[in-house]
C-alpha cells in the first residue's frame, strides 16, 4: 500500500467532560471500502464527523493523501475530496432530480441555468450508479427511498471525491435496495473512489468491505481483513468484556397477562412485533438504532397509526386507540426525549405530575391548588425527588429528577402499563440507579413494565426478559438468564441465525 | 413523454386556472349578468383592478417560496405611493420618481432580509414590526394627510383613458404582464430562482450544498419589495395622490393570491402563474359580487371561504396523488 487516502492517529475529541473519542487510528486505503463499526456511542458519529469538516479534532494526526487534512466547515472538506453521506437524507424534496443533483453547483449561462448540461452531467453521476435510466424531471418527493438515496450519492459524486464516507446507508431500504447500493459501492470502488462506510449491520459489513476497524469506547480496538475475520471475533471486539454493571434483580412471581401484541406493524416501523406482557414482569425491548424499539412503543401507546395486527389490554383486544384512550386504560408511556415531548419545562413540579389526571385536584372545573401541591408533595416524597418543592419549575430540576417526574405523573394517573422509552437516557450514573431502583418497586408492586433501551447493561441488568428487535421485526424474546452482551449484539446486528458462532 | 413534461410544467397552475374557470362559469350563469360581466369595459376593469394585487404578489411569491412571508407589504405600498406623490410635488422628473420609489421600496425589504438573515429572526415577527414602521413612516411623511401633485405622466399609469372598451389597456396592465413574464422566467430558468426553491424546500440541504443561504434571503426579500414599491406607483397612480392610510391588509390579499395560487405556506413551492391566477380570481369574485349588488360582507363571506376552498382542493389533490 502507498500513501494512505486518508489516516488518522491518535484522534482524540471531548465534549465537555465527556470523552467521545480517546485516541482512534484509521486508515483508508485508495479504491478500498472500509467498514466503521461499533455499539452506539461508541465514538462512530464524532468520528465522521471530524473527517467531514463539521467537527475538528483536539488532538491527533489527520492526513489526507499525506497531507494534513483539517477542514473548517463541510464545504472545505467538500472542496478536499470528501463527501459525506448523512444518515437523514438532505434532499429538497420539491425540486427535480437534476435539480437535486446539481443544487449548489449548477451549470450556468449568464445567471440562467444551463439545462442541457446540467442534464448531461446529472445524468453522469447517476451513470456512475447504475442509473442512467432514472427520470430526471421528476420532483425527488415523489420518489422511493432507495432512490431518493441515489440521488443523494450523485448528488456527492458531482465533485469527483476521493473518499465517500456513508453513515448508515441501508438503515431504510429494503434486502433489494441494499443490494443495489451494493451494486453501486463496488463500481465506485472500481473506478478508484474509497469508501468508509458506516454501519450496524455486521452481515452487509462482512458483504461490501474490504477492511474493517472496530470501535469501542472512543478507541480504535481492532482492525484488518474482512476475510479474516470471523462474525463472533467481530461482536466480542464491539462488545468488549461483559460487564456485570446492576445485576440485582429481585425475584417476583409473574402475574397474569395484562398487555399483549399480536403482530403489530405500523405504517413503516414496526414491521411484525408480537410479545405479551404480565404484571409484576419488566420486559426489555433490545435493538439498533432504526430497529423500531420508539416505533414499537409509540404505536402501543396510539403516538402513531396502527396499520395491521391488534393489540390486548387487560383482556380487551382492539385495533387502535388515542393517546387518551389508552390512558384510560391505564398505559403509560415516557417519551425518550422528555423534554420535548415528555415535559412542560416552564410549568411548576405540581403542574406536571398532576397533567393527566387533574380531577382529584380541582373543582367544578377549577383548579384547587393546595389539592394539587399536596398531590404532588405526595409523589415527591415517594419517589425521592430532590426539588424545592412542588412550586418549583420543572427546568431546574436535574435529568435524573425530571425524569421521576416524568415517571411519577404516570404513577399519578394510576396507570399500571408503563412504556417507557430510554429512561435513563443523559443521567448521570448515581440517578441511574435511583431510576432502576424505582423500576424494580413499580414491578413489585404489580405493575407491568415494557423498557426499551439501547444500552445493554441496563437491560441485562433490570430486566426479567428481553426482546431483540432487528429491521422492525421482533427476532428473539427469552429470559434474561438466556442472554449476555455478546448474545443481544449478534441477535440485534446479524442477518441470519443469531447463534452462528464459530 | 414530451406531452408528459409539457403536463409538468403546467401542473402547478391547473388548479387555479380551473377555479378561474369556475369562478368565471357562475357569473356566465345569469344572462342579464353573463352581458354586463363579460362585457370589454368590465373585463378593462377587473384587469385595472388585478393588478396592484398581482405586481405585489410577485414579489410574495418569490419571498413565500423561499419559506418566507412578508407582512410589511400592504405599508410599504403606501408608504412608497406617499414618496411618489411627495417627490412629484418636489418637481422630481417622473423618470427618476420611478426609480428613487422603487428604491425605497427595494431598501424596506432589504433592511427586513437583513434582520431575518442576520439576526435570525423568524419572517414573520420581523416583516410584521416592519408593517407598523412602514405605515408610520408613511403618515409622518405625508404630514398624516393625503399628498397631491400636479397633473403629470405618472397618472397615466392606470389610466383607463376610453373606459367602454377593452383596448386600449392601461399601460399598468402591460408593465404588470411584462413584470409576471420575466418574474416566471426567473423562477424556472434562472440559478437565483431555483436556488429560492431550494431554500424554502429544504434549508439544511441548501447550506450544504453551499448555496449562499443569508445573501439569499436577503436578495429575496429586497426583490419583493422592489415589486412593493412597484405595486404603490400603481397605486399612487390609481387614485392620484399619495394616500397614507391605503392599502390597509393588503398584504393579506395579495398572500391569499398567492396561496390561492398553489403555493405553500410552508415554502418550496409556487408559481408566478398561479398566484397571478390567484389575484385574478379575487379581483373577479369581487367585481362579479358587485355587479350582482351583494352587499359588501358578503363578498368578504364569499372570498374567505374561497380562500380555505382553494388551499383545501390543492391538500385533496396532493393527498390523492400519493402524498
Not at chain 1, 467531514?52 to 487534512?69: S, T
Not at chain 1, 432512490?147 to 464516507?165: C, K, S, T, Y
Not at chain 1, 443521567?427 to 444500552?455: C, K, M, P, T
Request: proline fraction near 4%; aromatic fraction near 6%.
Amino acid at each position: 500500500m502507498a500513501v494512505s487516502r486518508l489516516r488518522l492517529a491518535g484522534v482524540v475529541r471531548s465534549f465537555g467532560a465527556t470523552r467521545a473519542l480517546r485516541g482512534v487510528d484509521f486508515e483508508l486505503a485508495p479504491g478500498e471500502v472500509h467498514a466503521l463499526i461499533g455499539e452506539n456511542g461508541a465514538g462512530k458519529s464524532t468520528l465522521i464527523k471530524i473527517v467531514g469538516g463539521i467537527l475538528r479534532a483536539d488532538a491527533g494526526v489527520v492526513e489526507l493523501d499525506g497531507k494534513p487534512y483539517r477542514p473548517a466547515n463541510p464545504l472545505s472538506a467538500r472542496r478536499r475530496g470528501i463527501a459525506v453521506i448523512h444518515q437523514e437524507l438532505s434532499l429538497a424534496p420539491d425540486l427535480s432530480v437534476e435539480e437535486n443533483v446539481l443544487l449548489g453547483r449548477e451549470p450556468r449561462r449568464f445567471g440562467f441555468v444551463a439545462t442541457g448540461q446540467r442534464r448531461r452531467q446529472a445524468r453522469q453521476a447517476l451513470a456512475q450508479l447504475g442509473r442512467e435510466a432514472m427520470d430526471l424531471r421528476r420532483p425527488v418527493r415523489e420518489l422511493g427511498l432507495a432512490e431518493q438515496q441515489m440521488v443523494e450519492i450523485a448528488r456527492a459524486l458531482v465533485d469527483r471525491p476521493r473518499a465517500l464516507l456513508m453513515d448508515e446507508p441501508t438503515s431504510s431500504l429494503t434486502r433489494l435496495d441494499t443490494q443495489r447500493l451494493f451494486e453501486a459501492i463496488s463500481r465506485l470502488k472500481q473506478a478508484g473512489v474509497s469508501v468508509i462506510y458506516v454501519s450496524h449491520f455486521l452481515e452487509e459489513c462482512r458483504q461490501v468491505a474490504d477492511r474493517y476497524t472496530v470501535l469501542r469506547d472512543g478507541r480504535s480496538v481492532a482492525t484488518g481483513e474482512m476475510s479474516r475475520v470471523t462474525f463472533g471475533e467481530l461482536v466480542r471486539a464491539m462488545a468488549g468484556e461483559d460487564s456485570g454493571e446492576f445485576r440485582r434483580r429481585t425475584e417476583r412471581p409473574p402475574g397474569d397477562v395484562v398487555f399483549e401484541l399480536d403482530r403489530i406493524c405500523g405504517k413503516t416501523l414496526p414491521r411484525e412485533v408480537s410479545l405479551s406482557l404480565r404484571r409484576g414482569e419488566i420486559l426489555g425491548i433490545a435493538g439498533l438504532v432504526g430497529a423500531g424499539r420508539t416505533e414499537t412503543l409509540r404505536v402501543c401507546f396510539g403516538l402513531d397509526a396502527l396499520r395491521g395486527g391488534r393489540l390486548r389490554v387487560k383482556g380487551r383486544w382492539d385495533r387502535g386507540r388515542s393517546p387518551r384512550g389508552r390512558l384510560r386504560q391505564g398505559v403509560g408511556y415516557v417519551s425518550e426525549s422528555r423534554k420535548e415531548e415528555g415535559l412542560l419545562l416552564e410549568r411548576s413540579v405540581a403542574d406536571n405530575l398532576t397533567l393527566t389526571r387533574l380531577e382529584p385536584c380541582s373543582r367544578w372545573g377549577f383548579i384547587d391548588r393546595s389539592a394539587q401541591n399536596r398531590a404532588a408533595s405526595r409523589w415527591i416524597d415517594e419517589l425521592s425527588v430532590s426539588a424545592a418543592g412542588p412550586r418549583q419549575s420543572v427546568r431546574e430540576l436535574s435529568g435524573g429528577n425530571q425524569q421521576k417526574i416524568a415517571i411519577g405523573r404516570l404513577l399519578h394517573h394510576d396507570a399500571d402499563i408503563l412504556l417507557l422509552d430510554e429512561p435513563t437516557r443523559g443521567i448521570d450514573v448515581g440517578s441511574r440507579f435511583r431510576i432502576y431502583r424505582l423500576i424494580h418497586e413499580l414491578a413489585e408492586q404489580g405493575r407491568a413494565v415494557l423498557l426499551a433501551s439501547s444500552y445493554l447493561p441496563e437491560l441485562l441488568g433490570i430486566c426479567d426478559r428481553i426482546a431483540v428487535m432487528r429491521r422492525g421485526e421482533l427476532v428473539a424474546d427469552r429470559p434474561v438468564a438466556c442472554w449476555n452482551e455478546s448474545r443481544l449484539l449478534a441477535a440485534a446486528a446479524g442477518e441470519g441465525n443469531e447463534t452462528h458462532e464459530s | 413523454m414530451k406531452a408528459e413534461r409539457r403536463w409538468r410544467s403546467w401542473r402547478p397552475a391547473a388548479g387555479p386556472l380551473f377555479g378561474l374557470a369556475a369562478v368565471l362559469a357562475l357569473f356566465a350563469v345569469d344572462p342579464e349578468l353573463r352581458a354586463i360581466f363579460f362585457s370589454g369595459s368590465n373585463a378593462k376593469l377587473v384587469l385595472t383592478q388585478t393588478v396592484i394585487v398581482a405586481v405585489g404578489a410577485l414579489g410574495m411569491t418569490l419571498v413565500i417560496v423561499s419559506g418566507g412571508i412578508d407582512l410589511s407589504a400592504g405599508s410599504v405600498v403606501a408608504l412608497t405611493g406617499v414618496v411618489a406623490a411627495s417627490l412629484l410635488v418636489a418637481a422630481v422628473p417622473p423618470v427618476l420618481v420611478v426609480i428613487l420609489t422603487l428604491a425605497a421600496g427595494a431598501l424596506i425589504g432589504f433592511v427586513n432580509g437583513s434582520i431575518i438573515a442576520w439576526g435570525r429572526m423568524i419572517p414573520f415577527i420581523v416583516t410584521l414590526g416592519m408593517m407598523g414602521v412602514a405605515r408610520g413612516l408613511a403618515k409622518w411623511l405625508g404630514n398624516n394627510q393625503t399628498v397631491n401633485p400636479a397633473d403629470n405622466s405618472l397618472n397615466l399609469l392606470m389610466e383607463p383613458r376610453q373606459p367602454l372598451q377593452f383596448f386600449p389597456l392601461p399601460p399598468g396592465v402591460w408593465l404588470a404582464a411584462g413584470l409576471a413574464a420575466a418574474m416566471a422566467v426567473v423562477m424556472s430558468r434562472t440559478i437565483f430562482g431555483r436556488q429560492v426553491f431550494a431554500i424554502g424546500s429544504n434549508e439544511e440541504a441548501a447550506r450544504l450544498c453551499g448555496i449562499p443561504v443569508r445573501r439569499r434571503k436577503i436578495a429575496i426579500y429586497a426583490l419583493a419589495g422592489l415589486f412593493f414599491g412597484m405595486s404603490g406607483l400603481l397605486q399612487y397612480s390609481r387614485l392620484t395622490q399619495g394616500d397614507p392610510t391605503v392599502a390597509f391588509g393588503l398584504e393579506l390579499e395579495i398572500i391569499a393570491a398567492v396561496v390561492i395560487g398553489g403555493a405553500s405556506l410552508n415554502g418550496g413551492s409556487g408559481s408566478i402563474v398561479g398566484s397571478v391566477i390567484g389575484a385574478l380570481i379575487m379581483a373577479v369574485l369581487k367585481s362579479g359580487s358587485g355587479q350582482l349588488n351583494w352587499p359588501t360582507y358578503m363578498q368578504e363571506i364569499v372570498i374567505g371561504a374561497v380562500i380555505v376552498l382553494a388551499v383545501g382542493l390543492d391538500r385533496l389533490r396532493e393527498w390523492r396523488t400519493g402524498r
